[in-house]
Every structure is written in structure tokens, then in C-alpha cells.
């Protein structure tokens, strides 16, 4: 499900923007959720996945033109096994 669209295409805080603006959300995201990032930052390509790929996430890129579009999805943690 999308929990959260931001669109933050022509904003101010090129080089990195798109990553703060995934930060200040990130944390309200419950499990298994998604935030939609249509952005034009020239340095989200690179930021985003790698970010992503840290807190073992899932995410998809998608070229449009003139910006990029990103889904973002937090997993949902696995119940540990009790013995």
C-alpha cells in the first residue's frame, strides 16, 4: 500500500534533496508500506538504492521523462522464532 507520496520535482535542495526528503519521512512508515518519490535530483539514482539497499529494502526506479520515480517499501519484520 502507499503510505506516502511526495513530489518533490524542482526543488530547491538539488544534489541530495531527494534523500533528506526521504529521511524526514522514513520514520513513519509502518511495515510493509510504501513511499512514491517522483524527483529530478541528479544525485537520487545514486542515493536512494544505496540507502535502500543498507536496510535491506525494497525499491524500484523508474525513468519518466525528465525525473525519476521511486517506490520505496519497508518490509514487514519477521516474527522470531521462539523455542
Known amino acids: 500500500m502507499i503510505y506516502l ?5 524542482k526543488s530547491s535542495c538539488q544534489g ?3 534523500l533528506w526528503s526521504l529521511l524526514s519521512h522514513v520514520r513513519d512508515l509502518p511495515q510493509g ?3 512514491e518519490i ?3 535530483d541528479y544525485m537520487a539514482s545514486a542515493d536512494i538504492p544505496a540507502w535502500v539497499k543498507k ?15 521511486f517506490m520505496i517499501e ?9 523455542s
Open 5 to 9: 507520496k511526495l513530489d518533490i520535482r
Open 16 to 18: 541530495g534533496g531527494a
Open 33 to 35: 508500506d510504501t513511499i
Open 38 to 40: 517522483l524527483t529530478d
Open 55 to 69: 536496510r535491506h529494502w525494497q525499491v524500484t526506479r523508474h525513468q519518466r521523462d525528465g525525473y525519476v520515480k
Open 74 to 82: 519497508r518490509p514487514r519484520e519477521l516474527a522470531s522464532a521462539v
